[in-house]
């Protein structure tokens, strides 16, 4: 079964920062997906990532996808407070499963 | 946009009780899943439907089982529960094969099992 491996696990930054989350996957990524959680309540979609080198940004969040397709990275730029909460990645399982599996979750707070 | 709704929002059970966590999605979808979140474990997939009348076992299957009667609606059923039951529990929907559309998610249910 595939596995994905979030990291780091938490990170503390001032705000205005900039960080990056990884996400490494056990398999090649048929899908990638970045989700963002605050606490008690549930996820939300950030984006998607199918193509070997591809890059997404929304608003200060940028996505890669690396050309072998094993390796995603998520990056904040001049974080803020609004930008603190767990980010999990989630990546389809293959081979004609329909299932979704997800790391960890790398949990972000940022300093005011 | 009422999207994926999940009820109720919070339980406490007795070690042996019975209940059922319903979840409803009014966006057409025909895949929905069951997941649990635990501290340290991060989601995992309990169970999962293709299609109305369809279910199929996830990552953590046992001691709960599903029911997909209706399109719109997942339910989620706990027979005898156990303290190691006790977690956040997500549903989600999505339009088709995971591997290229986006899952929508409940707030979660989050349940305690004494």
């Known amino acids: 079964s595939q596995e994905l491996e979030q990291s780091p696990q938490s990170l503390i930054v001032q705000e205005g920062k900039n960080l990056t989350i990884n996400c490494t996957s056990s398999k090649t990524l048929y899908g990638l997906y970045w989700y963002k959680q605050k606490y008690g309540e549930g996820l939300i979609f950030l984006m998607m990532l199918q193509k070997g080198g591809e890059e997404k940004s929304h608003e200060k969040i940028t996505a890669k996808l690396d050309e072998k397709k094993q390796q995603s990275s998520l990056h904040i730029t001049a974080s803020q407070p609004s930008h603190a909460g767990i980010y999990l990645c989630g990546a389809d399982s293959g081979a004609g499963s329909y299932q979704l599996t997800f790391g960890k979750g790398t949990k972000l707070s940022v300093i005011p | 946009n009422a999207g994926v709704t999940q009820t109720p929002k919070f339980r406490v059970l007795k070690t042996g009780q019975s209940m059922t966590l319903l979840c409803a999605q009014d966006m057409n979808h025909e895949y929905m899943y069951w997941y649990r979140q635990d501290p340290g474990m991060g989601l995992r997939l309990i169970h999962y439907s293709v299609g109305e009348g369809t279910t199929a076992k996830g990552e953590v299957p046992d001691g709960y089982n599903v029911s997909r009667l209706k399109k719109q609606n997942f339910l989620l059923g706990l027979e005898s529960a156990a303290p190691s039951q006790t977690s956040v529990y997500f549903c989600?929907?999505?339009?088709?094969?995971?591997?290229?559309?986006?899952?929508?998610f409940g707030q979660g249910t989050r349940l305690t099992v004494v």
């Open positions: 989600a929907s999505s339009p088709g094969w995971p591997g290229n559309t986006e899952a929508f």
